[in-house]
Nanobody, 120 residues
Framework: QAQVMESGGGLVQAGGSLTLSCAASGSIFRVIAMGWYRQVPGKQRELVATVNADHATDYADSVKGRFTISRLNAENAVYLQMNSLKSEDTGVYYC??????????????WGQGTQVTVSS
């Protein structure tokens, strides 16, 4: 099993910045991709940004140009730099790690989530 742990959430004013960090550990043979998702009450969890082993990235349209995802392969870590935050960015942010646990087995693992609150 792998474990995923996020940090860096908090309260910030609209227009401000925040950086989220995530690290995957445990039984990891190789990380395929890592990403950030967010969820607000009453809505499904949605993709925010992902980055794969080749550092190719994908972003939700709502965060393009404001958020930047980056990955540190050597430490199985991923970061989300969030700038120009808006009230609609408020939510619980979850880190996801899609990994090979053995050379032939893969699974995805989720962190507990970290709250981001943007006040207007």
């Amino acid at each position: 099993q792998a474990q995923v742990m996020e940090s860096g959430g908090g309260l910030v004013q609209a227009g401000g910045s925040l950086t989220l960090s995530c690290a995957a550990s445990g039984s990891i043979f190789r990380v395929i991709a890592m990403g950030w998702y967010r969820q607000v009450p009453g809505k499904q969890r949605e993709l925010v940004a992902t980055v794969n082993a080749d550092h190719a990235t994908d972003y939700a349209d709502s965060v393009k140009g404001r958020f930047t995802i980056s990955r540190l392969n050597a430490e199985n870590a991923v970061y989300l730099q969030m700038n120009s935050l808006k009230s609609e960015d408020t939510g619980v942010y979850y880190c996801n790690a899609y990994v090979y646990t053995t050379p032939t087995s893969w699974n995805d693992f989720w962190g507990q989530g970290t709250q981001v609150t943007v006040s207007s």
